[in-house]
């Protein structure tokens, strides 16, 4: 409940004042798409990568400006990140090896924490979080708050899908840290059907946060 009310109250704040994609461009954070895995840089001032797009195919759109919820809303996903990254290092130390990889909701909670971990760090660096970015992320404690809520699968897949598509704005698409959050994306979903093949979320409705 704590992270559930200000998570929900960044984004009901974020979609009613959402600037419109289509109208700005955002800067490259990424010289290649290995930077996506790099948890220690984690500075999100960065402005001087190399363009995946030469500047003479991009239109001339203003570079999005951040607003005072970008710098809190990273302090959520600092907490978050540093929450996954432990969490995955304790399950690696305490995972029993094959029993515990070949358990379909264990291996599920494990690699959804771990595609997670690198998605939000790329949600932290990234100029400005849009309101299809923040959905996911803000909805998530929903589920753990109120895991037998019968529309939280519909709502979180939307929520996916929201995030999916909005990367492929132009904005997004045409830097790399864009289409890496889009990739990561992809993988992201792997576990979550595993997830739902399961009867993982009553087993471990707590797991996630």
Not at 57 to 74: G, T
Not at 112 to 119: E, G, K, M, V
Not at 164 to 176: D, F, K, Q, S
């Amino acid at each position: 409940m704590a992270t559930l009310l200000p998570a929900m109250a960044f984004l009901i704040h974020k979609f009613i004042y959402r600037q419109d994609v289509n109208t700005y461009q955002i800067h490259e954070k990424y010289d290649t798409f290995l930077e996506a895995l790099n948890l220690l840089d984690l500075y999100p001032y960065n402005q001087k990568k190399s363009t995946l797009v030469a500047k003479s195919e991009k239109s001339i759109k203003p570079f999005v400006k951040a607003d005072r919820l970008d710098d809190v809303y990273r302090i959520y996903l600092g907490v978050a990140i540093f929450y996954y990254l432990s969490d995955v290092m304790v399950k690696m130390y305490e995972f029993e090896f094959p029993n515990d990889y070949l358990d379909l909701c264990q291996l599920a909670f494990f690699l959804h924490h771990i595609f997670t971990l690198l998605s939000f760090k790329s949600i932290f660096v990234i100029d400005h979080q849009p309101w299809f970015l923040v959905f996911p992320t803000a909805y998530h404690p929903m589920m753990v708050v109120f895991p037998k809520f019968k529309l939280n699968n519909p709502i979180y897949i939307t929520s996916v899908v929201c995030w999916m598509y909005g990367l492929t704005r132009p904005a997004y698409w045409e830097t790399r840290i864009g289409r890496s959050l889009f990739m990561i994306s992809c993988f992201l979903m792997i576990p979550i059907s595993m997830l739902w093949l399961g009867t993982c979320m009553s087993e471990f409705q707590y797991e996630m946060i």
